[in-house]
């Protein structure tokens, strides 16, 4: 999907396919799944957000970084945006789970499913971590990259998935 009007984009190859970087004025507002058009070629004439992120994920995929240092503005309802903000403190080679999100937002226990709807939606994957949240049984559940790339991510991250060890949550 390209770019709206009045952002600029730059697809960048990454061990989880290409993505598509998208910023808006001085902040990034989208990192896109299965990106489609040329890959950047680290040319120097790049929106500085966008030469930005793009180092950072580099890094980040080379196992260099663990925290991103962007400026983001992902763009949802409140709701989403404090989910969003929620995801960002989940901390590299950790996971954490939807009714656990809840619960720190402050929302009633039926709240996960809510949570979870909000994590699909995010519009800036890996940067804020989505692929960090499991099921209540730490069993790897929805990602919108699929579940291929969010195990990849938390292998990346140093985290044991189920298909390793049983659960996320066991010893």
Do not use: I
């Not at 960048?12 to 507002?29: I, K, Y």
């Not at 890959?39 to 080379?62: I, K, M, S």
């Not at 099921?135 to 990849?152: M, N, V, W």
């Amino acid at each position: 999907m390209p770019a709206d009007a009045g952002t600029t984009s730059l697809v960048v190859g990454s061990p989880v396919g290409a993505l598509e970087l998208v910023a808006d004025g001085d902040a990034l507002v989208a990192v896109r799944f299965d990106a489609e058009g040329p890959v950047d070629d680290g040319a120097p004439r790049v929106h500085p957000v966008l030469a930005a992120a793009r180092r950072q994920l580099a890094e980040y995929f080379a196992g260099e970084r663990t925290r991103f240092d962007l400026p983001l503005r992902p763009d949802g309802t409140d709701f989403r945006r404090r989910v969003w903000g929620e995801l960002a403190l989940v901390p590299w080679g950790t996971t954490t789970t939807y009714g656990a999100l809840a619960a720190r937002l402050g929302l009633p226990p039926g709240a996960s499913r809510a949570v979870g709807a909000a994590n699909g939606a995010n519009p800036l994957p890996v940067l804020l971590p989505c692929h960090r949240v499991v099921g209540s049984d730490g069993t790897l559940t929805g990602y919108a990259g699929g579940l291929q790339r969010k195990a990849f991510l938390l292998h990346l991250e140093g985290v044991a998935t189920e298909a390793d060890q049983g659960s996320l949550f066991e010893p």
